[in-house]
């Protein structure tokens, strides 16, 4: 399935870009590391990975069709990077074989010119290796081996997983948090209950007034 088709079906009027929270109405906001932590301290690295873990763990089951989408942005002239992602993190080579690409010139908008360079890919979320490919998100800002974009700091990412059975979208956006929206209340009120202490405490009055509106009636 094209992302473009089916973000019209059921995100109508929504672009893949940050901050994910604030630009659809139904959605959570959750902190992941420790604020004022060290990055690499033992605590802080293992919250990030038990946080990630369980909040992918909570809204993909192995079966789910999804749409695994990579945004690379920089200066117009730069070239389709490699960033090997879907080399890494996708198990499967036949999968690997249905990536798509496209150039996207007026996704950012900043008095640079501007390119963002889409690959997205629909696969199972069990033949993701979500894992390594979270805590890969969250060094992502640091001089660490597991970096995605390696040396390069003149270029950034951004990294989707569009579930298309439960109508979901993930944004693990840094090590700071992660954004997950839906296209239906319903879909995200268990976790919203079940993880309510990770809530980024900035946003809760927002998120309370979602997801307890109608119980509260």
């Known amino acids: 399935m094209?992302?473009?088709?089916?973000l019209h079906e059921h995100f109508p009027g929504l672009t893949l870009q940050p901050?994910?929270?604030?630009?659809?109405p139904t959605g959570l906001?959750?902190?992941?590391?420790?604020?004022?932590?060290?990055?690499?301290d033992t605590d802080n690295l293992e919250q990030m990975g038990e946080r990630t873990t369980s909040l992918f763990k909570a809204v993909f089951e192995k079966d789910d069709?999804?749409?695994?989408?990579?945004?690379?942005?920089g200066l117009n002239d730069?070239?389709?990077p490699k960033t090997n992602v879907f080399l890494k993190y996708i198990k499967d080579k036949d999968v690997r074989m249905k990536l798509q690409y496209e150039r996207i010139d007026d996704l950012i908008e900043e008095e640079d010119e501007?390119?963002?360079h889409r690959f997205s890919l629909q696969c199972k979320a069990g033949d993701i290796r979500y894992q390594p490919l979270l805590m890969a998100i969250c060094h992502e800002d640091f001089k660490h081996p597991t970096r995605i974009l390696k040396n390069r700091w003149n270029i950034g990412i951004d990294i989707y997983i569009v579930n298309?059975?439960?109508?979901?979208?993930?944004?693990?956006?840094?090590?700071?948090?992660?954004?997950i929206i839906s296209a239906e209340k319903d879909i995200l009120l268990p976790l919203y209950h079940s993880a309510s202490p990770w809530i980024l405490e900035y946003d809760r009055e927002q998120i309370d007034e979602v997801f307890l509106k109608e119980e509260t009636v």
């Not at 901050?19 to 659809?24: D, E, H, I, N, R």
């Not at 999804?66 to 942005?73: C, E, H, P, R, S």
Request: hydrophobic share 35%; aromatic share 14%.
């Open 114 to 116: 501007t390119v963002t």
């Open 65 to 73: 069709n999804v749409i695994l989408v990579t945004n690379v942005f």
């Open 19 to 24: 901050p994910l929270f604030y630009s659809w």
């Open 29 to 40: 906001r959750f902190e992941i590391a420790k604020p004022g932590s060290e990055h690499l």
């Open 2 to 6: 094209n992302i473009h088709n089916y």
């Open 164 to 179: 298309i059975t439960r109508h979901l979208i993930y944004h693990l956006y840094d090590d700071r948090g992660c954004d």
């Open 78 to 80: 730069s070239p389709p």
